[in-house]
């Protein structure tokens, strides 16, 4: 209460207490604002082969395709998530490449299994094989592997014969009649392969990188412009059936040992071996540079893990694979 004095009398006048806390009059209290909470992201699913986004992960389907003059243009290899380079007999080369986010229609030219196929294969589970015949003395060691037999032998309602090519470069497969024949295929897994931005440090600036076998020769070119290592054989470039020139985001040069195996051809030459298993040293190629990195696969059954020289994850740029499995000193077996 407050006293006023006005003319010598005191007059008592009530006045309320205010507060700073409280609300000015005819004014309701305001509640506090508060940001509103983002929603989370659920994280990216990316493809254990490719690291490209999917919905859905599908079986695998692996290929064994012809790799000289007489084979090419190739068709299905721009669908593929890995493509392997493999050494055979002569010195040539032959590719085994891998399907599960796309499956083109048809691939070919199909050609005969090797041993180093069947040492490869299981990392990827029990996936579907597809050649077109091996020699007698493998046929018991790809009855035992860990793969889906979808040759033409098990298989012959897949694969048909392509005007205008002479045999054998003429046999090619119908990749859904390929997994009618093999339901239980295993489906996409870890492979031991992570993608994701390139390492700070270590990559070389390269335009050009020249793998060699006794008997054949890759090279690839940057192409910034398409963001790919673009693919020459043998000086020529590596054209697609399905037009355009093959190419790749990463080249991985895989150095392996690689020795004579107890298989030969009919002319005695023999059939290398090529050991994915144990440890060794590496080259990614990707964005332009050139990483050196190593390699490990402990078990068959495991994938292959690639590091820096530091020991941290060697990051592939995202979309398809291919591993020139190679040699420091290439020699026929």
Not at 251 to 257: A, D, E, W
Request: aromatic share 10%.
């Amino acid at each position: 209460m407050i006293m006023i004095w006005l003319t010598g009398a005191a007059v008592v006048v009530p006045v309320a207490a205010c507060s700073s806390n409280e609300p000015a009059p005819g004014k309701a209290p305001q509640a506090a604002t508060l940001a509103p909470e983002e929603p989370e992201q659920e994280p990216v699913k990316t493809h254990p082969f490719t690291g490209k986004p999917y919905e859905s992960l599908k079986p695998v389907v692996a290929v064994k395709i012809e790799n000289t003059a007489a084979g090419k243009p190739q068709l299905g290899l721009k669908s593929a998530d890995i493509v392997y380079v493999e050494q055979v007999e002569a010195g040539l080369t032959r590719l085994m490449a891998i399907f599960s986010s796309k499956l083109p229609p048809k691939v070919g030219p199909v050609r005969s299994a090797r041993i180093s196929d069947l040492h490869i294969a299981p990392q990827f589970g029990k996936p579907a094989f597809a050649y077109s015949g091996a020699q007698s003395k493998l046929l018991p060691y790809i009855a035992e592997a860990s793969l889906f037999d979808v040759g033409d032998t098990r298989n012959p309602g897949a694969y048909f014969r392509q005007p205008g090519r002479v045999a054998p470069y003429n046999l090619f497969a119908n990749t859904k009649q390929l997994l009618a024949k093999a339901p239980k295929a295993s489906k996409a897994k870890d492979v031991g392969f992570t993608f994701g931005d390139p390492p700070a440090e270590g990559g070389v600036d390269r335009a050009s990188y020249t793998v060699k076998w006794p008997a054949a020769r890759f090279t690839f070119r940057w192409s910034e412009a398409k963001k790919q290592w673009m693919i020459w054989q043998d000086g020529k470039k590596d054209i697609a059936a399905e037009g355009g020139q093959l190419g790749a985001p990463t080249v991985v040069v895989q150095y392996t040992k690689t020795e004579r195996s107890e298989f030969h051809d009919s002319n005695d030459s023999y059939t290398p071996l090529v050991h994915t298993t144990g440890k060794g040293s590496a080259i990614v190629l990707r964005d332009g540079k050139a990483y050196k990195a190593k390699w490990e696969r402990e078990s068959e059954d495991g994938g292959t893990t690639f590091t820096t020289e530091s020991g941290e994850p060697m990051n592939f740029a995202p979309g398809q694979v291919w591993v020139a499995l190679a040699s420091r000193k290439p020699v026929i077996p």
